[in-house]
């Protein structure tokens, strides 16, 4: 009898869980006739860097994005090379990423239109705080060098990514093969928090903009800001529209009206406060 | 240590106050991983049933494809998704990408070809003359199957908690065809990658409490229900 009972248990419960999972999709074709009356929003594909997602700035835009206009946006947070892969091959709508010189290339090749610059931050080289290369306070150049003679770690992203491309940039402004390091130089293939972490826990050094480090901060306290303010060190984000007349599938209405949001006005004051309550100061800034 | 502790507070803290954002990733959680296990197991138990039973040339080497498929990297399985799910890819226009039904996609992909191979086992461990006998006793086809079926109902148990472990834990082909948007396709694994990378290793501890209790809660009840049927 016993076994009757519980099987009569098992299938209340999977029933349970059936209709659970039907109601919650028999919910959205309730919801999406409803939607349709006042225009269902349809769906905008973001493609942009982990950075602006990590930093939570994102999560501040976006609502405000969608409140005003009837797009569901679709974030993809991946690293700026495989953002602007996305928009060659039309997989994206809008692209938010911080690549300038790869970003060119797309306009050029006519797969990215209308596009603007949106804001900027910085990039600066964290390390230990013991500073092994004695590195602080140096230029770019000088501290590369540095770390180059004294073989110290050097962490790198190494996926494509906005970082990645700018690192590079950096060592061949600096004139040095970051390869001569040799097994000291670390290619991380990961993001931005996680390459941190690393850098971190190995005693190395690291390329990273300035919001990732503020908000892994907390988890690093033997890691330390050495270089920063250097003009070449700029970190420029742009956002821009896949081109509709090379991909059709795109999305254009829904990817101009994200483009003008983003340099409107009220979004630059949104952008200009962000991070001054949990940090104390500003994560991104405007060309002004 | 402490940051454990910590984690674990935060999950239940998170679960009592109702936090909206982890109640709804987690009922996503489990309303993909069991769509994806109810599809595996309904093609998965008739496929591995033929599979196990059916005498047919070329049989060995589809045995073979379904035993590299329970091995099949759900990374790959992410990837291949997405080439078919682009807009310039075959099945673009349905624009799935992105959506829970990619998630699921990924996840039968990988979970079926271990139901499918471990029922597969089951059936060919029946004594052929177990299958003479049924019917030698005038059983009709769906009679013997019905038998059958009740022989090794502890083993396709088994397949079916396989399946289930391999679903539930999935991230990377989750990440990649879902895309981790907020609201739509976030699921548990997935949010715990990005607070990883967020710094939020407390929050990324009291989600994966969240996740361990949900799978073992499951697994437990599929357990109890094998091991109690072997007991009666």
């Known amino acids: 009898m016993k076994l009757k009972k519980l099987l009569s248990i098992l299938l209340v419960f999977l029933l349970a869980l059936v209709t659970g999972c039907s109601d919650s999709s028999s919910d959205s074709t309730v919801k999406e006739p409803e939607k349709a009356s006042k225009e269902k929003p349809t769906d905008l594909i973001l493609a942009t860097t982990t950075s602006t997602q990590d930093s939570g700035l994102l999560d501040v835009l976006i609502p405000e994005f969608e409140k005003n206009n009837n797009y569901n946006v679709k974030t993809i947070a991946v690293g700026t090379g495989q953002a602007l892969e996305m928009g060659t091959r039309g997989e994206a709508d809008v692209l938010l990423v911080h690549a300038p010189a790869a970003e060119e290339e797309l306009v050029k090749s006519g797969d990215a239109i209308n596009r603007q610059k949106v804001m900027y931050n910085d990039f600066i080289v964290v390390g230990p705080a013991e500073d092994p290369a004695e590195i602080k306070g140096l230029s770019v150049p000088e501290a590369l060098a540095k770390i180059t003679e004294s073989k110290a770690s050097f962490v790198s992203r190494g996926d494509d990514s906005g970082t990645h491309k700018k690192e590079l940039e950096l060592w061949k402004k600096s004139s040095l093969d970051p390869k001569s390091l040799g097994d000291a130089y670390i290619e991380s293939g990961q993001g931005m928090g996680a390459t941190l972490k690393i850098a971190s826990e190995k005693k190395g050094y690291t390329l990273t903009d300035r919001a990732t480090y503020l908000a892994q901060k907390k988890n690093m306290p033997d890691t330390e800001i050495l270089v920063e303010g250097d003009e070449s060190l700029l970190n420029i984000y742009h956002v821009m529209q896949v081109n509709d007349g090379k991909h059709e599938k795109v999305n254009a209405d829904g990817a101009k009206a994200f483009v003008e949001f983003m340099i409107a006005g009220e979004t630059k004051n949104i952008i200009k406060e962000f991070g001054m309550d949990e940090y104390g100061e500003a994560l991104f800034f405007l060309f002004e | ?232």
Request: net charge positive.
């Open chain 2, 1 to 232: 240590m402490e940051l454990l502790l910590e984690g674990l507070k935060k999950a239940i803290e998170m679960i009592l106050s109702g936090n909206r954002e982890i109640i709804e990733i987690t009922l996503l959680t489990l309303r993909v991983s069991i769509t994806a296990v109810l599809i595996s197991t309904l093609i998965g138990i008739p496929a591995g049933m033929f599979l196990g039973l059916a005498r047919f040339p070329g049989r060995k080497f589809i045995h073979a494809v379904v035993n590299i498929g329970m091995g099949l990297p759900p990374v790959v399985a992410g990837l291949w998704i997405t080439l078919f799910l682009w807009r310039s890819g075959p099945l673009g226009d349905l624009a799935w990408l992105y959506t829970p039904t990619a998630i699921i996609m990924a996840q039968i992909l990988v979970s079926l070809p271990i139901v499918t191979a471990l029922t597969s086992t089951a059936f060919q461990q029946i004594n052929p003359k177990l299958i003479l006998q049924v019917k030698a006793l005038g059983a009709t086809k769906l009679q013997l199957y019905w038998i059958l079926m009740k022989e090794v109902k502890l083993a396709i148990l088994a397949a079916i908690i396989a399946g289930f472990g391999r679903v539930i834990a999935e991230v990377g082909a989750a990440m990649m065809v879902g895309g981790n948007i907020s609201g739509e396709t976030r699921i548990l694994t997935t949010s715990i990658v990005m607070e990883v990378s967020k710094g939020n290793f407390d929050v990324a501890l009291a989600l994966s409490f969240i996740l361990m209790t949900l799978a073992f809660i499951i697994t437990f009840t599929l357990t109890y229900l094998q091991q109690r049927k072997r007991s009666q």
